[in-house]
């Protein structure tokens, strides 16, 4: 079956911890995101990836880290999270442009 | 930069009413548009998308037209069920601009009640 894994679903954690939210995909999709999901301000783009190596910041990446060492994988990395990070944060995946395929969800909370 | 503003809800229906959500945007090129549901407790899935002026996208009774003299994609449904009462998002993609980034609208939450 054709999807997008994240995980964890549900993660609670205190300041300062680091932690990394894993995100693989199976179709073989060159471009992948990463999106946080706040009420009132829909979802933003975090970071993105064109292809193996290839990252870039999306409108709110300060906080996060990506890497894309492998075509199927691309983590979300928080070195030092905050409170203002609790939220919802989708991965997404799309053979470049059409078609995108969103995994589950991550609702992290930072205390 | 690119935009969606969509109406603002939450919108409340009761079965089997007509329903529909407002959707315009802002694009420096010729966007791909796209509806997006989010069913509680669960991600994003594609409803349906239109990848030029005039096309019709449409899928589970839904469908949005996209006019580009208008800048818009409304999304509509006939007669809708419990069922769909879910957040509905509007967003599009440029990628003829060379950006794949999906921009999204702030979302619309629709209850549809017995």
């Known amino acids: 079956e054709a999807q997008v894994t994240q995980n964890p679903r549900y993660l609670i954690t205190v300041t300062g911890k680091k932690l990394t939210v894993t995100c693989s995909q199976n179709?073989?999709?060159?471009?992948m995101s990463w999106y946080r999901q706040d009420p009132g301000l829909g979802l933003r783009q975090i970071y993105y990836?064109?292809?193996?190596?290839?990252?870039d910041k999306g409108d709110v990446p300060e906080g996060y880290k990506v890497s894309r060492k492998e075509k199927r994988n691309f983590p979300l990395i928080l070195e030092s999270p905050s409170p203002n990070q609790t939220s919802l944060y989708f991965c997404?995946?799309?053979?470049?442009?059409?078609?995108?395929?969103f995994g589950s969800g991550t609702r992290l909370t930072v205390v | 930069g690119n935009s969606v503003t969509q109406m603002e809800g939450p919108v409340t229906l009761s079965e089997e009413a007509f329903l529909t959500i407002n959707c315009t945007y802002t694009?420096?090129?010729?966007?791909?548009l796209f509806w997006y549901v989010q069913y509680p407790g669960e991600g994003l899935q594609l409803l349906l998308k239109?990848?030029?002026?005039?096309d019709k996208g449409s899928n589970k009774g839904f469908e949005a037209t996209y006019r580009k003299e208008t800048t818009s994609f409304h999304l509509e449904k006939g007669s809708v069920q419990v069922s769909d009462s879910a957040v509905y998002f509007c967003?599009?993609?440029?990628?003829?601009?060379?950006?794949?980034?999906?921009?999204f609208g702030k979302g619309t939450k629709l209850s549809v009640i017995p």
């Open positions: 990836s064109m292809n193996v190596e290839v990252t």
């Open positions: 967003a599009l993609s440029d990628p003829g601009a060379g950006s794949y980034q999906l921009t």
């Open positions: 997404a995946s799309s053979p470049l442009g059409y078609g995108y395929t």
């Open positions: 179709m073989n999709h060159e471009y």
């Open positions: 239109a990848t030029k002026a005039d």
């Open positions: 694009a420096t090129g010729y966007p791909s």
